[in-house]
């Protein structure tokens, strides 16, 4: 069965800091990976996707991708209280057209 | 306005009764999904489509069904054989033109069952 791990958290930030939130993966197949944002009772929203090595910023976002070490994480620099929900990981195994998600971790910023 | 509905928002049956939700999308897309997701967790896949009239059974598939008639519907029969059916429903739908994970979710149906 392939997984992604995320950590569940909560993790909490102060305003304005940023927050560091990580994803491994098992299936060395996975050639692209995706962040989901999830607030409380709502449905998950795409938010950024990566599919290469290195860095890809949009805005306060930044998701990083490492493939020989089986690691994405998504960065939120200059945290709001808004950006609390839970941020869900998941990659498409094999190149399929299925996503598997992990089980998120959820943020909390505090003022 | 494009998007994707689901309905009802909440739903409440009793043991041993089947129950349809319904989801319905206008953004054109060729792929639906079905998600479940229960508290704490992440979701998981019951059945997806690519196309009309195909569809594939996602990781849990037992104790559901589904049918795609047509290009906007994806309709799932949560039956009597799904042993813990009480979770919140997610469906889902992309497009060929990006990347299948790309995906674009209704609002959900929480389903509860006594």
């Known amino acids: 069965q392939k997984e992604v791990e995320q950590n569940s958290g909560p993790l909490s930030v102060p305003e304005g800091a940023i927050a560091s939130l990580n994803c491994t993966y098992s299936?060395?197949?996975?050639?692209?990976f995706f962040w989901y944002r999830q607030y409380s009772g709502k449905s998950p929203e795409l938010i950024m996707f990566?599919?290469?090595?290195g860095d890809k910023e949009d805005g306060r976002f930044t998701a990083q991708l490492n493939k020989a070490s089986q690691y994405v994480s998504l960065l939120i620099r200059d945290s709001q209280p808004s950006d609390s929900a839970t941020y869900l990981c998941?990659?498409?195994?094999?190149?399929?057209?299925?996503?598997?998600f992990g089980t998120g971790t959820q943020l909390k910023v505090e003022l | 306005d494009g998007g994707i509905t689901q309905s009802p928002k909440y739903l409440f049956r009793k043991e041993g009764q089947n129950v349809t939700l319904s989801c319905e999308q206008n953004?054109?897309?060729?792929?639906m999904y079905w998600y479940r997701q229960d508290p704490g967790q992440g979701l998981r896949l019951i059945y997806y489509?690519?196309?009309?009239?195909?569809?594939q059974k996602g990781d849990i598939a037992e104790g559901y069904s589904v049918s795609r008639e047509k290009k906007e519907s994806f309709p799932l029969t949560v039956t009597s054989a799904q042993k813990n059916p009480t979770a919140f429903y997610l469906c889902?739908?992309?497009?060929?033109?990006?990347?299948?994970?790309?995906?674009?979710f209704g609002p959900g149906t929480r389903l509860t069952v006594t």
């Open positions: 299936d060395r197949g996975s050639q692209s």
């Open positions: 998941a990659d498409r195994p094999g190149g399929g057209n299925k996503l598997t």
């Open positions: 953004l054109n897309h060729d792929a």
């Open positions: 889902a739908s992309s497009t060929a033109r990006i990347d299948p994970g790309e995906q674009y």
């Open positions: 990566i599919y290469s090595n």
């Open positions: 489509s690519q196309i009309v009239n195909d569809f």
